[in-house]
């Protein structure tokens, strides 16, 4: 009997080189579980949780090696010498890639810049063009077709569990010998996932539940009671329940009108909205339905609650979580857009969290939200400096919000703080790239303002040695009163020279020009370092061994087509 708990799993992905959740990677399975069940190879994914598991034990021996990680680094040797892979060292390197698939959809968030954009965990529909397999993309990816939160007992739920095997039964038939006609049902509470799948011959469901594994088959007269409990739930249970198919399903449209006729019948009352769970074995507890929809970006259901009742809206969970709250973390545009049109001033409002559902946008670099809530920027216009969300964002390092929020308003780059420090002068104490000195740059930063205590982000960077940094700021700095002396000559200039060879020749030539004339910051130090600062302006090169003219020259041999001033 394999293990029933996640702890395989998480083990041997750090064994891989992932950085697993110790406190689970459901959302991230139940995905990849979505994506094996609609190409019919569920089989194949017992066979590598059953695999996994007896790595995990070391029941398996390679090379007269039972260390995972000795597996890896001989296995991939091979692969890097393009030698033929045995069944089993492909089976190794499919467990690679079902790693990946698991980390890149329960930490969406880490990977933005790979993934291109802000994807939701787990959001089945959108990772399915990034991280599906080819068998996915060639039945033109996974669509929704179906999704609705659900609350209630385990009597309510028996009756929600009937009612949807009645749906998949019809559908079954009406499927018949089509292809691409899988189902996959995935059930997502605010802390765990899990799938369900339906078997009308045996009146049986498939249970995967990421902390019970394997797969089980259990009668229907016993789900409810299972998924309440690995829900870790009391009495009332919540949590919604998403429906996903291929895009080349043939039944795809008589399905989803199925779904909405089923969907019909359960009409949310007050009832509904009023009840909460109670937890067992984790602190989370107090979710409604409200909590449910929001976290998914559920807008139909937030707004027919909102009909009901606009305090269902607001209210706290045991962590102190609102569906705003939700909604910000997990980045749903239309919910927390929404959500803010009835509440409005409880987008800077802190819960027993700790947090506003601004504070979260910021911590998760939801830069997405910043422009559709820009209608509310008069909440945080009024704050101190010090708490705006610019400040909050430079603070925290959150440079996809800063620079969002940058867009919006220009100006609040250079604002001070009541030490008369700027965002930017936050910025110089954290971990940045030197792309975004650029990107400051064209927002009008000044690199030169000083605090209440004489610091200018330019003087913090020198400090840090940050050459590239201070290179990229010089440039875009027009000539100042006074440059700070204490800078390495030898790295500045090196820094310089190879950032003006990454640039575009238009761009580099401004560059150069400024340079020479001395009308930007890096010529005007430059000029500084050299003995005679009499020289004519008209006149660059007279001093032929200073730093300047050695500089120019150098320019004028890295750059020829940009060489030379007509003067």
């Known amino acids: 009997m394999m293990p029933s708990t996640q702890a395989p799993l998480i083990s041997l992905m750090r064994k891989f080189g992932y950085t ?79 790693f990946a698939g698991i980390e890149l959809a329960h930490h969406t968030e880490r990977y933005r810049d790979f993934l291109g954009e802000f994807i939701a965990k787990a959001d089945i529909e959108k990772l399915s063009d990034v991280i599906g397999s080819k068998k996915i993309a060639a039945r033109g990816g996974v669509e929704k077709v179906y999704s609705e939160p659900f609350i209630g007992n385990e009597k309510k739920l028996k009756r929600y569990l009937n009612g949807l095997s009645e749906v998949l039964t019809e559908y079954e038939k009406n499927a018949g010998d089509k292809t691409n006609t899988q189902l996959s049902i995935s059930l ?23 902390n019970q594994l394997p797969t089980k088959k259990i009668p229907s007269r016993q789900l409810a009671s299972e998924i309440i409990s690995a829900f870790h739930d009391k009495t009332n249970s919540a949590f919604e329940v998403q429906v996903f198919t ?25 009832d509904d909205a009023e009840k909460a769970t109670k937890k067992t074995a984790v602190q989370t507890g107090g979710t409604r339905i409200a909590h449910v929809a929001a976290m998914h970006g559920d807008v139909k259901t937030l707004r027919h609650l909102a009909d009901l009742n606009g305090k269902y809206l607001q209210v706290e969970d045991n962590d102190g979580y609102t569906p705003m709250l939700y909604a910000a973390q997990y980045g749903h545009e239309e919910a927390i857009t929404f959500l803010a049109s009835q509440h409005r001033s409880d987008l800077i409002k802190a819960t027993a969290l700790g947090f506003s559902p601004m504070d979260l946008i910021i911590l998760n670099d939801h830069a997405h939200l910043i422009k559709p809530l820009a209608p509310y920027g008069t909440l945080w216009a009024g704050l101190p400096e010090s708490e705006s969300l610019i400040f909050k964002a430079a603070r925290q390092v959150k440079l996809g919000v800063l620079v969002a929020l940058l867009e919006l308003d220009p100006p609040s780059v250079n604002r001070a703080d009541s030490r008369g420090e700027t965002p930017v002068h936050l910025l110089m104490r954290g971990e940045i790239e030197a792309s975004m000195i650029e990107t400051l740059a064209r927002h009008g930063a000044d690199f030169m303002k000083s605090s209440a205590q004489g610091v200018t982000p330019l003087s913090l960077a020198i400090n840090r040695k940050k050459w590239d940094w201070v290179a990229i700021m010089l440039l875009n700095q027009p000539p100042a009163i006074e440059i700070p002396k204490s800078m390495d000559a030898a790295a500045l200039r090196e820094a310089a020279l190879t950032y003006l060879q990454s640039l575009p020749d238009a761009d580099r030539e401004l560059f150069i020009q400024g340079i020479k004339t001395k ?49």
């Open 20 to 98: 697993a959740n110790h406190q689970g990677i459901c959302a991230g399975l139940i995905c990849m579980m979505a994506f094996a069940e609609l190409v019919d190879e569920e089989e194949r994914f017992d066979q590598r949780i059953e695999l996994i598991n007896q790595l995990h034990a070391a029941k398996i021996t390679y090379e007269g090696t039972t260390d995972v990680r000795e597996m890896l680094r001989l296995i991939r040797d091979k692969v890097k010498k393009h030698n033929k892979l045995t069944s089993f060292e492909k089976r190794m390197m499919g467990i690679d890639a079902f």
């Open 188 to 210: 997502y509470s605010p802390l765990h996932r899990l799938r369900i799948k339906y078997l009308p011959a045996e009146e049986a469901w498939l249970f995967t539940d990421p």
């Open 246 to 270: 291929v895009a080349k399903n043939p039944c795809l449209k008589p399905v989803r009108a199925q779904f909405d006729q089923f969907r019909q019948f359960r009409t949310i009352t007050k």
């Open 519 to 567: 009308s930007n910051g890096f010529g005007q130090w430059l000029f500084n370092q050299s003995a005679a600062l009499k020289a004519s302006s008209l006149r660059l090169f007279k001093e032929e061994a200073t730093p300047f003219a050695e500089f120019a020259g150098e320019l004028d041999k890295r750059f020829p087509a940009g060489g030379g001033l007509t003067l």
